[in-house]
């Protein structure tokens, strides 16, 4: 068997990885609850692995989502990761030229230049070496291009670079050295013994003024020991995230979510944060100097650091989730950890009681605390459901009840249940068809957190709704309009359609650069309990030069708190969806609407 | 003969130019509008003692006449400086040069719409106290927009004053006492009226202020609860319903009203902003501009030769913006005398 000793850092190096990241492997999994496991053992041996090793090529290795954010950035990435992965791979089949074993040491294919210092005298030997310096020269361009990335961040689309501790630091450069070390050992090598090809022959001749034959041996140890560095730096760097992200995303495609803070599943989350930095762009934290994204929030927690106000000052937007070339739930890890801190098992509430009415309509209207607080919404809702043709009445007329997401967001969950078990039970007396509200905050409550009996929807969604089964119709006027999509409503429940056919039934949509999943947060979130008057104003002035309003004659929204972040600073116009339609109504339905009345039924 | 321009023809404005005037010196107001007066001149009475407002500003007019010219509809659009002249550009093309520029640009009214919760403009009962004055101008009693004679009626203190959420940390000063009067005086026209008044503090901090708060108590009848509107709602018989907080018992309270009056705080005027870049005179957090200090130099800005009395520089009573005005005045003297 081949053997030389330079290659023991590189071999402790890698049995070290191995070992620890195994038995880290099998603690997490071991401390997945017992359904849990079940889930995951089902799932590996189930056809639809194969979706996940596909993601594996694509996200870990090829880092598709990364190309989609800045292909620059997409090409720096994908060329370390899925460059290096190829020269481990086909140097493991070009070992097979040259050994008589089926079976060789790791470190033989990667100093395989030392072990088998000529070339085959075949095609195939010399295709071997063209292919290994062609690789090398691709993973070389990324390592400049992440050198560089360094500097202008702005040329791989990014605003600016995460802030590294110096551990990060050891890890990063010992990546980086780790090629043009294997390139000066190849080149020294091939200047003696021509065994190279385009690159490191060229580099090998370039260099005979050398004493070639001195340096070469030292140059292998500098690479193993290189090698070995980051072996080791890497279970407790951000490199971790290699092996991890593979486990994340079987644990992720079989359906394990966090449910708790510290849960197995976002213990792997955390350590499968590469801390790339795309989330630290997406954030409107991040424009008034708070350094509380993910790629932040993640190293605390990996690291055991203080930071209580990190978890509390996020809008929850989710525009970070969507960014996140990882795939990981911070928001959601936010949410358990506010739940820990701030639970207060011993709170009871008094419900004002009998207030609540009785009778049965089609429709139930609940305009939720949001609306009462821009009553412009609610009387252009009263507008629309006066219209509508449908028996209706508001629930919340008098006496505020609370759907509970605001306490659910601050992470107190006995109370919010408290709120929702009293809500739900007024909802269930009227017997109401349609749950029809105002709030996005309110909608995604219900649907996820009450189990109604009944179509819940979104204001948006029941004017669209009104518009199909000709209940209402509106005059077109000749206005441009951007929309704005609310982080509860779109990132948060997935309604983009409905709000835009509204608007198109109304006046003209404008398309923009950040909408859909990318709109911005207004900055009035209730998720973040931590933020000042004048940074949320702040934040609200910037989300609306981003969604660049200098060719809109008015700013639609769908909910009540965008509505009033965006109308305190906004100089352009703003409305709600229900304004504009209300304020555009016609006073007869159209003859043919007649026919369609009983549409209800259908329901 | 040195030349100063007064830039706003309000009390402030008026009073500066004609004492100034009185000096001897050339003096030009510039006002945006075509009427002199600025917020006096929609007033009916003024507390603590009911003056007709209108006194004040014919008075003042008539100090003014034939003494100082005023270039009604102008505004300053650019300014600059050499050496100690101060040239101003004006909106209707002209370039004039001055010796020295006292800013009087005043105040404006706390715009509701932005306090949506209220229900200003989306509910027609629910209406400004600038609003509220205007009923004043017969004797005949309030009522609603649906001719519907006010039965309760609620004074809301506070909109846009001492509110950190629509950006105003400040005291706007006069609307306080502005409400003791209004609620007197809706009570003399409306003697059977419930009338509640819903303060966060009340500051009577001048001579007469306090009595006028007695007097609205005993003799009025009306009654001060000290809390915090959270927002307004429409019955089907357009009556208003109140969800407020009663902050000393800290409870809440409900309450079904006819007409809600919206106590609207002082904010810097719309070009005051650019006007004081323009000038290069710094502004406070408020946006008010700043004098060198707020004790012996009240009227006089860090740019040599420009001078600020009035609500330009914080909010004011009508006497003691007449009174800064008047200090002003001599403040300019001191300093075209001493150049």
Redesign the interface.
């Known amino acids: 068997m081949k053997f030389d000793w330079f290659v023991l850092p590189f071999l402790s190096g890698l049995s070290f990885v191995t070992v620890y990241t195994s038995v880290k492997f099998y603690r997490w999994i071991n401390k997945l609850s017992r359904g849990e496991k079940a889930l995951l053992k089902k799932y590996i041996f189930s056809r639809s692995i194969w979706t996940s090793i596909k993601e594996i090529f694509s996200e870990s290795l090829f880092h598709l989502k990364i190309f989609k954010t800045h292909p620059l950035l997409g090409y720096m990435h994908a060329s370390l990761a899925f460059g290096w992965f190829l020269l481990i791979v086909l140097g493991n089949i070009e070992v097979k030229f040259y050994s008589e074993y089926s079976i060789n040491p790791p470190y033989v294919p990667i100093f395989l230049n030392f072990f088998e210092p000529t070339t085959a005298p075949n095609f195939f030997g010399r295709g071997f070496r063209f292919i290994m310096d062609f690789l090398l020269l691709i993973i070389l361009s990324g390592v400049a291009l992440a050198f560089f990335k360094r500097f202008v961040p702005s040329k791989f689309g990014m605003k600016q670079n995460m802030r590294h501790r110096w551990f990060d630091r050891i890890a990063i450069f010992s990546l980086w050295f780790i090629f043009p070390a294997r390139l000066v050992a190849e080149s020294l090598s091939a200047s003696i013994y021509h065994n190279g090809s385009f690159l490191t022959n060229t580099l090998g001749k370039m260099m005979s003024f050398l004493p070639a034959e001195t340096l070469l041996y030292p140059s292998w140890w500098a690479y193993s020991i290189i090698l070995g560095i980051f072996f080791f730096a890497l279970p407790f760097s951000r490199y971790m995230h290699i092996p991890t992200e593979v486990l994340l995303i079987l644990m992720r495609n079989a359906g394990i979510r966090s449910r708790y803070f510290s849960h197995p599943y976002q213990e792997v989350e955390t350590e499968a944060c590469s801390r790339c930095g795309i989330c630290i762009d997406s954030c409107q934290l991040t424009s008034i100097g708070y350094a509380i994204q993910p790629s932040y929030y993640l190293r605390t927690i990996r690291y055991n650091e203080l930071h209580r106000e990190i978890t509390d000052n996020c809008l929850l937007c989710g525009r970070c989730v969507e960014a996140c070339p990882v795939g990981i739930f911070s928001t959601d890890i936010r949410r358990h950890e506010r739940t820990l801190q701030h639970e207060m098992r011993t709170v009871k509430f008094k419900f004002n009681q009998n207030k609540f009415s009785n009778t049965y309509t089609e429709v139930l209207y609940f305009a939720g605390c949001m609306t009462h607080l821009t009553p412009g919404i609610k009387k252009a809702m009263t507008t629309i459901l006066e219209h509508s043709g449908y028996s209706w009445q508001i629930l919340d007329e008098d006496e505020n009840i609370c759907c509970g997401r605001p306490l659910l967001l601050a992470g107190q969950i006995s109370a919010a249940n408290q709120v929702i078990i009293h809500t739900r039970t007024q909802i269930e007396k009227t017997r109401a068809k349609i749950l029809v509200t105002s709030c996005p905050i309110c909608y995604k409550t219900f649907k996820e957190n009450y189990r109604l009996n009944m179509l819940i929807m979104h204001h948006s969604q029941f004017i669209d709704h009104l518009y199909t089964h000709n209940r209402i119709a509106t005059q077109y006027r000749n206005v441009n309009v951007k929309y704005h999509d609310p982080c509860e409503l779109g990132r948060g429940a997935n309604i983009y359609v409905e709000p835009r056919r509204v608007i198109e039934q109304i006046a003209n949509l404008l398309p923009s650069s950040s909408e859909k999943n990318k709109a911005p947060c207004c900055g009035g979130s209730l998720g973040n309990t931590m933020l000042q008057a004048e940074e949320k104003k702040l934040i609200a002035k910037r989300a609306l030069s981003e969604m660049n309003l200098t060719s809109a004659d008015l700013l639609v929204t769908a909910c009540p708190l965008c509505l009033k972040t965006f109308s305190a600073v906004s100089s352009v116009s703003v409305k709600d969806l229900s304004q504009l339609v209300a304020e555009n109504i016609c006073e007869k339905i159209p003859n043919n609407a007649q026919k369609i009345h009983k549409a209800v039924e259908t329901l | 003969m040195p030349r100063i321009a007064v830039i706003g023809g309000g009390v402030a404005g008026m009073e500066v130019a004609f004492r100034l005037s009185q000096l001897s010196f050339e003096v030009d107001i510039i006002e945006k509008s075509f009427i002199l007066g600025g917020h006096v001149h929609k007033w009916q009475k003024l507390f603590p003692d009911f003056t007709p407002a209108h006194q004040i500003v014919d008075q003042l007019k008539n100090q003014l006449r034939d003494k100082v010219n005023i270039l009604f509809g102008n505004e300053v659009i650019k300014a600059e400086q050499e050496n100690t002249k101060h040239i101003l550009y004006l909106s209707d093309g002209t370039t004039q040069v001055y010796d020295a520029i006292v800013i009087t640009t005043g105040f404006k009214l706390f715009n509701a719409?932005?306090k949506?919760?209220y229900?200003y403009s989306?509910?027609p009962n629910v209406i400004t106290s600038s609003e509220l004055e205007e009923y004043f101008q017969n004797d005949k009693p309030i009522i609603t927009k649906e001719n519907r004679i006010v039965e309760r009626i609620a004074f809301i203190h506070c909109v846009g004053s001492r509110d950190?959420?629509?950006?105003n940390r400040h005291c706007s000063k006069v609307c306080c006492i502005t409400a003791v009067k209004q609620a007197i005086e809706v009570a003399q026209r409306n003697p059977d009226a419930e009338i509640y008044l819903f303060y966060m503090d009340l500051r009577m901090f001048d001579r007469k202020f306090e009595d006028l708060y007695l007097q609205a108590q005993t003799e009025y009848g009306i009654k001060f609860v000290r809390g915090r509107l959270?927002?307004?709602?429409?019955k089907a018989d357009s009556r208003l319903?109140l969800?407020l907080e009663d902050t000393l018992l800290g409870k809440p309270l409900?309450l079904t009203v006819d007409l809600v009056v919206l106590m609207v705080g002082m904010e810097t005027a719309e070009n005051s902003i650019q006007l004081a870049n323009a000038l290069g005179i710094p502004v406070g957090q408020d946006n008010f501009m700043l004098p060198v200090n707020c004790h012996s130099q009240k009227n006089i800005t860090g740019n040599r030769g420009i001078f600020v009395a009035g609500c330009a520089s914080g909010p004011k009573s009508i006497g003691e913006t007449l009174a800064d005005a008047r200090s002003a005045a001599l403040e300019v003297y001191s300093y075209l005398n001493c150049n």
Do not use: W
């Not at chain 2, 959270?230 to 429409?234: A, G, I, N, Q």
């Open positions: 719409n932005r949506e919760e229900g989306v509910y950190e959420k629509v950006g959270s927002e307004v709602s429409e319903f969800k409900r």
